[in-house]
Nanobody, 124 residues
Framework: QVQLVESGGGFVQAGGSLSLSCAAS????????MAWFRQAPGKEREFVAA????????SYSESVKGRFTISRDNAENTVYLQMNSLTPEDTAIYYC?????????????????WGQGTQVTVSS
């Protein structure tokens, strides 16, 4: 059973940056594709970014492409999300997710393990 714990959320003004971390335990980290999703109030959970097991494969939603960067440190069992040029539309709870696969899935249903989420609030 994989446990995921996110950290790094907070409050930032538009145009600012935040970095999220997700520490994984309970499994072999290099077996898992990792991803970030987010959910704003009243909206469905949406894909943000994903990294393959080796991090050679990365995928981003169109809304964050060029602003957000996903990375992983397999030695530290941690995946990161660097968020730059934040806008109020980025306000949401951000979730880390993991699945044992060689692919880089982008759908929430493709992921088996989830963190508890961390709140990101961007003011205008």
């Amino acid at each position: 059973q994989v446990q995921l714990v996110e950290s790094g959320g907070g409050f930032v003004q538009a145009g600012g940056s935040l970095s999220l971390s997700c520490a994984a335990s309970g499994g072999t980290f290099t077996n898992y594709a990792m991803a970030w999703f987010r959910q704003a109030p009243g909206k469905e959970r949406e894909f943000v970014a994903a990294s393959s097991r080796s991090s050679r494969g990365r995928s981003y939603s169109e809304s964050v492409k060029g602003r957000f960067t996903i990375s992983r440190d397999n030695a530290e069992n941690t995946v990161y999300l660097q968020m730059n040029s934040l806008t109020p539309e980025d306000t949401a709870i951000y979730y880390c997710a993991a699945v044992s696969t060689a692919r880089t899935p982008t759908r929430p249903d493709d992921y088996d393990y989830w963190g508890q989420g961390t709140q990101v609030t961007v003011s205008s």
